[in-house]
């Protein structure tokens, strides 16, 4: 497994791999079995993988968030060469802000003004700006990302779309804990009793997903239920995809219970994807 930190090196070697079916897997470190499934369906559609670890404060809202992130390069390391990724990408800070470095411009709608762009003022800009970088270096023929950042989901399409339409974009649904828990690295932050506790985010939006007809009675109870758990909540809603408007029982097409709050300082988001009805 080739790990570099330049950019160089990988335009050096790889003439910006175009001679290669590159699949590049984004992540912030920290990685789980969630991370591991997406570069596992890199590698069953026929790519070479390749894995960037970049912790970008661009698109951190929150210092303290920043800070606590967690960071573990070496056990990184360890799982990707067990897993037989081919390269891996660790750029830091400089290689990707440089001095001359300026931001692209990509019209997000309203994505950037509701649920995790609401909440997270400026979150979604990060997300653009340094996928942009990361991808002008790789050039990698496919991406691949999963399901349980929704809403980053949309802007990466967004982004793809705009500026780089030659790449093909895959969405790899959530990994989940027996208890039901999605799997996150934020996770590792909360205690047993926590972890325990967070599997009720899952139960929850399926009980509103089994009640489509009455959601908002079942949202407002579920919300209650979750708050007498514990848990600080930020939105808890069944929204249209991917313009993700509020839903209505009449809605076609492809929807989305969705989830974020806090429980014991840690902020969990998750989703469940509702087929068409
Ligand atoms: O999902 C993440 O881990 C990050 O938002 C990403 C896509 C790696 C960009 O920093």
């Given at each position: ?33 969630g991370?591991l499934s997406l570069?596992e ?131 790899v649904?959530?990994l ?102």
């Open positions: 497994m080739e790990v570099f930190e330049s950019a160089d090196t990988w335009t050096a070697k790889f003439g910006g791999g175009q001679s290669i079916n590159w699949a590049m897997i984004p992540t912030m470190g920290a990685l789980h079995q991370h570069i369906a890199a590698q069953k559609n026929g790519y070479q993988t390749v894995v960037s670890i970049f912790v970008n404060p661009l698109q951190f809202n929150n210092a303290v968030d920043l800070e606590k992130y967690p960071r573990h390069l070496e056990n990184d390391l360890a799982l990707l060469v067990g897993l037989g990724v081919d390269a891996v990408w660790t750029p830091n800070i400089e290689t990707i802000y440089p001095s001359n470095f300026t931001e692209i411009t990509l019209d997000l709608g309203i994505l950037d003004q509701i649920y995790e762009g609401l909440h997270r003022p400026g979150h979604f800009n990060g997300v653009v700006q340094v996928l942009n970088q990361l991808f002008s270096v790789i050039q990698p023929k496919a991406v691949f990302f999963g399901q349980k950042d929704l809403q980053q989901c949309l802007v990466v399409e967004k982004l793809l779309a705009s500026y780089f339409p030659e790449i093909k974009y895959f969405r649904p959530t989940r804990a027996e208890s039901g828990l999605a799997l996150s690295s934020r996770n590792e932050r909360l205690s047993s009793k926590g972890k325990e506790l967070s599997a009720e985010i899952h139960v929850s939006m399926l009980r509103i997903s089994n009640s489509l007809e009455n959601h908002n009675e079942v949202q407002d109870q579920e919300c209650e239920r979750l708050k007498q758990l514990g848990f600080e909540i930020e939105y808890l809603d069944w929204v249209t995809l991917p313009a993700m408007e509020k839903a209505k029982s009449c809605n076609l097409g492809e929807t989305a219970i969705v989830f974020a709050g806090s429980l014991e300082g840690v902020r969990l988001i998750d989703n469940l994807l509702i087929p068409l009805i």
